[in-house]
């Protein structure tokens, strides 16, 4: 399984930005796509899950992009997007896609929880 993320770059706080993550490989059996983020000296830190079990979709946010940020998925499971709207410069990271096989009923929120992993796209966001 392979992810491509993209979309990441440079806006002025108050833009927006869409980040796009395609999978390759085995995706049928897909559960949970979400999008972390990390900034030098701090851990990687969850930003959005999608998670899919038995049917069922459930999404979670982090408290610091609820409200702004919007994970959305395909049908086949193979693309997640992250929409990011009023953006504010403390949201300048790299940004990673994660990915695991199977999933449960509750949003897997930790980082170890995902085996694959996308390359990193920067977002920078401007004062």
């Known amino acids: 399984v392979q992810l491509q993320a993209s979309g990441g770059g440079l806006v002025q706080a108050g833009g927006s930005l869409r980040l796009s993550c395609a999978t390759s490989g085995r995706t049928f059996d897909m559960g949970a796509m979400g999008w972390f983020r990390e900034v030098p000296g701090k851990e990687r830190e969850v930003v959005a899950v999608?998670?899919?079990?038995?049917?069922?979709?459930?999404?979670y946010y982090a408290d610091s992009v609820k409200g702004r940020f919007t994970i959305s998925r395909d049908n086949a499971k193979s693309t997640v997007w992250l929409q990011m709207n009023i953006l504010k410069p403390e949201d300048t990271a790299v940004y990673y896609c994660a990915a695991r096989m199977g999933s449960g009923s509750s949003p897997q929120i930790s980082r170890y929880e995902y085996a694959y992993w996308g390359q990193g796209t920067q977002v920078t966001v401007s004062s």
């Open positions: 999608h998670n899919w079990w038995r049917g069922t979709i459930t999404v």
